[in-house]
């Protein structure tokens, strides 16, 4: 894997998440640089990763070959706008995390048709554990793709899409499905303490069975998930009356809701911003 120098503009959650992912990887950390527009969340990164910090995104972009644009969307169009005005941008390789932005509005706020893959990554990147999808216009080179291909395969699994709206199905189904899987089992978790278990042994519960479930799935992929599922299932069981509860409430069609809600959100985020 090359290691080009690679910057990262805004140090938030998703920086911090792929951040500690490269680092821990072997990604040398003399190579990366952040930056902040405050303070603290930099001094963490630089005391906890020894990374290279500053609050200037026109240092940060000077120093790198890659620059990874890690603001929120509605911050984007001021963060470039001001950076093209000092760093001369050729030769640059832009990677974008952000959510809904197409690379032509991406372009557009850089000035220019500079390279751009986009990236939709999410937070278990942290553990090495993240998801990805990448995208990228036929015009960006073979050893571009390559290279944050392999930056993010370091972080995770990747998945490349060959149209650009892919990247919302990939918001839906992995850069925020974390979050459904939070709440999934925060009630889960209430509902434990509800029956009498405390917080802690209640936590402990739910997240050892999901842990050896998630690793259930992945340790078998012959397996449908619905044949994962009748393994439980025991006729006339408990668990037959908890799924069939879910069913009834129709769990399926409260998740696609959300799911298609993702992708609105990312439709109409392209229109905002
Ligand atoms: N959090 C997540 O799970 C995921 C987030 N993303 C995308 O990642 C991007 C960042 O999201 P998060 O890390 O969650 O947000 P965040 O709010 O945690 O981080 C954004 C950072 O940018 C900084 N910032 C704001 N204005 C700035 C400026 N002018 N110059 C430099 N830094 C500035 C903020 O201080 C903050 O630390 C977003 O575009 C989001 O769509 C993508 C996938 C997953
Ligand atoms: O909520 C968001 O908009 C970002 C994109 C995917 C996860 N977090």
Redesign the pocket.
Known sequence: MQHRKLAFIGAG??TRSIVAGLVSSGYPKEAIIASNRSRPKLDALQEELGINVTQSNDEACQFADAIVLSV??QMMADVCAAMQQQTDFSGKLFIS????LPVSRLQEMLGGDYPVVRV????PSLLGMGMSGLYAQDSVSQADRDYVADVMAAVGKTLWVEQEDGINGV?AAA??S??YFFLFLQAMQDECMAQGFSKDDARLLVQQAMLGAAQMVCENPQLELSELRAQVTSKGGTTAAAVNSLIDSDLQQIVAKAMQA?VA??EE?ATLF
């Open positions: 959650n998703m929120k969307p995390i952000a959510a809904g939709m990554p999410n937070t918001i850069g925020s974390p979050a993702a959100r990312a985020m």
